[in-house]
């Protein structure tokens, strides 16, 4: 399986930091390869999409993940996100590892940022807005946490999106085929 879905206890588990002597190894530049062209793969079905993935979703238990970010990627190695104020935002999710299901949540609006890039170097970026709602995403798949947790404890539910793209035939038909993608 490309993508590793809902049900793989990986996904429940917290991953651990990745030391600075793991940086730059054959393991981590070739998990990091294999992220981008998961990403690129996805993003070849469908232009929207191929944004952000975590290391637990290829099944490495580590600190790591791969944004896309203005049409380039950023490796960000044990990021740590700080919201910036409260301000929050509905930002609708949706997952690599569970596709078949979307919902709206609220996440904070702005945040920094602080990672290791894949050179070892500290970075520290503001983001706002999607990105942001991303990294809150893909941080929680660090912590074995799902959109779906995040659900019950506002009280809100999932959608099948067989429901949500009943009268967008088209669409619907990108979004198995990006289904059958990840778990091929």
């Known amino acids: 399986m490309r993508i590793r879905q809902v049900g793989d206890p990986i996904l429940r588990q917290v991953s651990e930091a990745v ?66 104020s409260s301000t ?19 996440r904070y609006y702005e945040g920094e940022v602080t990672y290791l890039d894949q050179t070892s170097i500290s970075r520290t970026q503001m983001l706002s807005g999607e990105m942001a709602g991303l990294v809150q995403h893909e941080i929680d798949h660090l912590d074995g946490v799902l959109f779906l947790d995040r659900l019950e404890q506002a009280g809100r539910e999932a959608h099948s999106i067989d429901e949500l793209l009943k009268d967008d035939p088209k669409r619907l038909q990108q979004v198995r085929a990006m289904m059958s993608y990840m778990t091929s």
Do not use: W
């Not at 930002?91 to 709206?104: I, K, N, P, W």
């Open 19 to 84: 030391s600075a002597d793991q940086i730059g190894t054959k393991k981590i530049v070739g998990l990091i390869d294999r992220m981008k062209e998961t990403l690129d793969g996805i993003k070849s079905i469908s232009d929207e999409n191929g944004n952000a993935l975590s290391a637990p979703q290829l099944g490495h238990l580590i600190r790591l993940i791969v944004l896309r970010i203005d049409g380039e990627f950023q490796v960000m190695i044990n990021p740590v996100f700080k919201a910036s």
């Open 88 to 106: 929050l935002f509905e930002f609708e999710e949706e997952c690599f590892s569970l596709y078949d299901q979307r919902a709206t949540l609220e």
